[in-house]
């Protein structure tokens, strides 16, 4: 399997009989503990303090570039725990909620962005663990497409920019909207299609 590929949601990964103090769970739990951090350098200053806000992003960054490796990291050595599986998901949804919000919060992002982006975030969620029983829905490249679209508009709107540096950061958040909202719609019908194929 090439990067290219889509892969299989990764909460129905097999579970290795392993410690859960391994190098992907670290990857992990290091995301976590960027978190508050994070937030912390986007808001001195009151979130206008150039130097601070630049770390913030360096630290967005580091924090993502951990969830590409972590996964891949888990499967590929057999490190896949129950723990990284419930982990993982919380994290994700920390970094980026936390960033959402606190650009909302200084008037960089508009507020029914950020809610659009989180309901579908939870509801998928929320929708994985509802057919994680009866098998596993393959991510699609819309999905990767997505997270590099918030990934990116995140970064951007978390610098200091302005004038055109700040409307194509804008516009990039409005893309990754219109996939947001696209891939949910798309994992919300096949989730009820494989609940309605599913054995009674």
């Known amino acids: 399997m090439t990067h290219l590929e889509p892969r299989s949601d990764p909460i129905g990964d097999p579970v290795a009989q392993v410690s859960v103090w391994n190098i ?4 992990t739990i290091a995301r976590l503990v960027l978190v508050p951090f994070f937030a912390a350098a986007l ?10 806000r630049v770390l913030a992003c360096v630290i967005f960054v580091v924090a993502s570039l951990t969830d590409l490796v972590d996964g891949d990291i888990a499967r590929k050595r ?13 994290a994700d949804k920390a970094l980026i909620g936390t960033a959402l919000v606190g650009l909302s919060m200084l008037d960089e992002l508009a507020w029914w962005v950020t809610v659009l982006i989180l309901a579908r975030e939870v ?43 700040h409307a194509t950061a804008t516009a990039l958040m409005y893309l990754a909207l219109v996939l947001t909202l696209a891939t949910g719609l798309d994992y919300v019908s096949r989730a009820f299609s494989l609940r309605r194929s599913a054995p009674a």
């Open 123 to 165: 509801g998928v969620t929320l929708l994985r663990f509802w057919v994680i029983r009866l098998g596993v829905i393959p991510a699609s490249r819309g999905g990767k497409a997505k997270t590099m679209a918030q990934a990116w508009a995140i970064g951007l709107l978390v610098l200091p920019l302005s004038g055109a540096g």
């Open 24 to 27: 992907a769970n670290g990857l």
């Open 78 to 90: 057999g490190l896949v725990t129950e723990f990284g599986k419930l982990a993982d998901p919380i």
């Open 43 to 52: 808001f001195e200053h009151g979130g206008h303090s150039t130097g601070w």
